[in-house]
């Protein structure tokens, strides 16, 4: 045991002696960065022991419609309103789609924010970029420059990837360019805000709650009822979740455990117990990584560096060399801050943009763009949406986009397949469960106006 610490401390040195020489980082990038690999080193990381899991209460994780609903004046909402910031995290690429900037689309929902010509209130809009989105996210927020949205924007921390065989910062191995580097993990908001001088600023604003959001979340929305809730009860921080289907069994769940509301991750679950962790009638709801916390306490809490949240191993490779990064999760803070609570939202806020079946249904007259709110249309019966398959050929943005010239109607669809070499023509409308599929090596295309209704397609003949 002895002699493993000894080997563990002389890999910090060594460490510490590689970073220093990064120029590319700052200091407290520099040091963040030592001290989660020391943190991993030690194997800090916390098990659960099952059998102290506990559901939480209806005090613990409120049911949205048990909320009260914030206050009719005019004025009071102004002033709730001017103590809150709203924050995207926007340092992800979207390469899923076969983007290579950040998620554009959905920055433009934000950046035409009503609420401040409704209330006369001033909600500033900030985004959290990487080192990878930075630059695109500059020449969209330039044409913002004259709205009523004051927009910030700052860099979450660099990080050099780790080589597993020595554990060198991979820069310091010739890879000097962007793929030596990671950003790590939305947990690093909380140091990143503080480090880059906005978190005073806000708070010499009178500025007094965030709230953070994935900016591929359309359904992430300003929540008068939340906020209200928030700001009576003296919570210091809040996590939006929602209950979970088949599709989200991965996802994060709220537990009490040892007298305090915290995360349980898939990550923390042991092997014998995964089967049970997705299960959706045990752990009935997931995080959607909505989260309003209090400035304050992030300042409180990270100049006591209190925020130790669970660390998150996502081995890589780089030109053939074994990478590790080391990330943390902003929803893993929750059990560090004090009177922290769920609460259980309509699914409706929760409403990702990651693949282009997603981009399918927010496009389409399922959805609607009114005040730069995504609203979706009452006219759909079912409170769940279609499921959707793309095949590869559309999993490309610009691939999408051609394959549709309108995007069909999909109010009264249950669900649709497509595969192959599949066209679609304008005011196509589409119910109940639909399977199209095109033979191999030939192009099927779905005239204008088409009614597909319960039909399985393989072939014109079958329109």
Known sequence: MAAAVAADSDKISRLQSSVSALDQISDSEKSGFVNLVARYLSGEAQHVEWSKINTPTDEI?????????????????????????????????????????????????????????????????????????????????????????????????????????????????????KDGWYPPGHGDVFPSLKNSGKLDLFLSQGKEYVFLANSDNLGAIVDLKILSHLIQNKNEYCMEVTPKTLADVKGGTLISYEGKVQLLEIAQVPDEHVKEFKSIEKFKIFNTNNLWVNLKAIKRLVEADALKMEIIPNPKE??????????????????????????????????PVKATSDLLLVQSDLYTLEDGFVTRNKARANPANPSIELGPEFKKVGDFLKRFKSIPCIIELDSLKVTGDVWFGSGVVLKGKVTISAKYGSKLEIPDGAVLENKEINGPEDI
């Open 61 to 177: 994780v409120v049911p949205y419609e048990t909320v009260a609903p914030p206050p009719e004046d005019a004025e009071k909402i102004r002033e709730f309103l001017d103590k809150l910031v709203v924050l995207k995290l926007n340092g992800g690429l979207g390469t899923t789609m076969g983007c290579t900037g950040p998620n554009h689309s959905c920055l433009a929902a934000d950046l035409r924010q009503s609420l401040n010509s409704k209330y006369g209130c001033k909600v500033p809009l900030v985004l959290m970029n990487s080192f990878n989105t930075h630059d695109d996210t500059l020449k969209i927020v330039e044409k913002y420059s004259n709205s009523n949205v004051e927009i910030h924007t700052f860099n979450q921390s660099q990080y050099p990837r780790l080589v597993v065989e020595d554990f060198v910062p991979l820069p310091c191995k010739g890879h000097a360019g």
């Open 318 to 351: 780089v030109d053939g060399i074994k990478v590790l990064q080391l990330e943390t999760a902003a929803g893993a803070a929750i059990r560090f801050f004090d009177n922290a609570i769920g609460i259980n939202v309509p699914r409706s806020r929760f409403l």
